[in-house]
T-cell receptor
Framework: NAGVTQTPKFQVLKTGQSMTLQCAQD?????MYWYRQDPGMGLRLIYY???????DKGEVPNGYNVSRLNKREFSLRLESAAPSQTSVYFC????????????FGPGTRLTVL | KNQVEQSPQSLIILEGKNCTLQ??????????LRWYKQDTGRGPVSLTI?????NTKSNGRYTATLDADTKQSSLHITASQLSDSASYIC???????????FGTGTRLKVLA
């Protein structure tokens, strides 16, 4: 039981390049989330998926797209990376919203030059 | 604007001492409040979850309190250990939403 896994752990991109961050959970959770964490700021929600087949924008969705591939997997894509997207990205999952524990992955540290 | 503010920003204590971290929020209406521990280079890990009707929740040496009237919460750490060195994050959610509002955290360092 690995919990929430993320790949890659580290990535360096040049401005304008694209990439996909992968996230998978093995806890049979319905809800999945993508956050970014920047110095001096709280985690901010980029996108979330309440259940398989649905996705919704969070607080900072511009420049990102997501795919809920199946119940286990939720990917985040940067189509044309910008230096402002340099951040640590966390994927999280939980059974449903409400009074449930949210489980986080180990994070992906992304640098855009 | 809904906000979650934490204090202090950072704290240094000696091993074995107790400490209390503060969280004030303006989220309204309010559904639940969570405290997370985040070790350096890792994802946050849940410590406690409380609804508006709960006043206290414990998890080992960690005790969270909530006063929904004053919109304040605290996290008390008893008999601190070196492994308690981490950031502690307060998170508040509103009812019926998937939106969780994160504080910026308190960075705790426990010295031997």
């Amino acid at each position: 039981n690995a919990g929430v896994t993320q790949t890659p752990k580290f990535q360096v991109l040049k401005t304008g390049q694209s990439m996909t961050l992968q996230c998978a959970q093995d806890m049979n959770h319905n809800s999945m989330y993508w956050y970014r964490q920047d110095p001096g700021m709280g985690l901010r929600l980029i996108y979330y998926s309440a259940s398989e087949g649905t996705t919704d924008k969070g607080e900072v969705p511009n420049g990102y797209n997501v795919s809920r591939l199946n119940k286990r997997e939720f990917s985040l894509r940067l189509e044309s990376a910008a230096p402002s997207q340099t951040s640590v990205y966390f994927c999280a999952s939980m059974p449903t919203s409400g009074y449930n524990e949210q489980f986080f992955g180990p994070g992906t540290r992304l640098t855009v030059l | 604007k809904n906000q979650v503010e934490q204090s202090p920003q950072s704290l240094i204590i000696l091993e074995g001492k107790n400490c209390t971290l503060q969280c004030n929020y303006t989220v309204s209406p309010f559904s639940n409040l969570r405290w997370y521990k985040q070790d350096t280079g890792r994802g946050p890990v849940s410590l406690t979850i409380m609804t508006f009707s709960e006043n206290t929740k414990s998890n080992g040496r960690y005790t969270a309190t909530l006063d929904a009237d004053t919109k304040q919460s605290s996290l008390h750490i008893t008999a601190s250990q070196l492994s308690d060195s981490a950031s502690y994050i307060c998170v508040v959610s509103a009812p019926g939403t998937y939106k969780y509002i994160f504080g910026t955290g308190t960075r705790l360092k426990v010295l031997a």
